[in-house]
Nanobody, 123 residues
Framework: VQLQASGGGLVQAGGSLRLSCAGT????????MGWFRQAPGKERAFVAA????????DYADSVKGRFTISRDNAKNTAYLEMSSLKPEDTAVYYC?????????????????WGQGTQVTVSS
């Protein structure tokens, strides 16, 4: 499975962006998906996760209420809608996939990772 993240860019504080993560290769619906981010000089951090069905979601406290994770299994694509962006949201955002048939989200133990897309929020 290959993951391609896209949609990053430069946006002013308070603005919005929508990230996409398209899966290719041996794709199926049996993947929990997650978004992570890494700011300069910091470790990679969990942002949001969604179960394979889309019925379950999980968010880091720092983005709860501002970001929304979703997926379209017919398109093998996951999304991260980001609104009310803050300068501290500036980071490289990565998507990840975990093969599982269990209806759950996960904050770790991912099997596949995308290459990352840069999000820069100016003040």
């Amino acid at each position: 499975v290959q993951l391609q993240a896209s949609g990053g860019g430069l946006v002013q504080a308070g603005g919005s962006l929508r990230l996409s993560c398209a899966g290719t290769g041996r794709t199926s619906s049996w993947y929990a998906m997650g978004w992570f981010r890494q700011a300069p000089g910091k470790e990679r951090a969990f942002v949001a996760a969604i179960s394979w069905s889309g019925r379950s979601t999980d968010y880091a406290d720092s983005v709860k209420g501002r970001f929304t994770i979703s997926r379209d299994n017919a398109k093998n694509t996951a999304y991260l809608e980001m609104s009310s962006l803050k300068p501290e949201d500036t980071a490289v955002y990565y998507c990840a996939a975990k093969l599982t048939r269990v209806e759950r989200t996960t904050r770790d133990e991912y099997d596949y990772w995308g290459q990352g897309t840069q999000v820069t929020v100016s003040s």
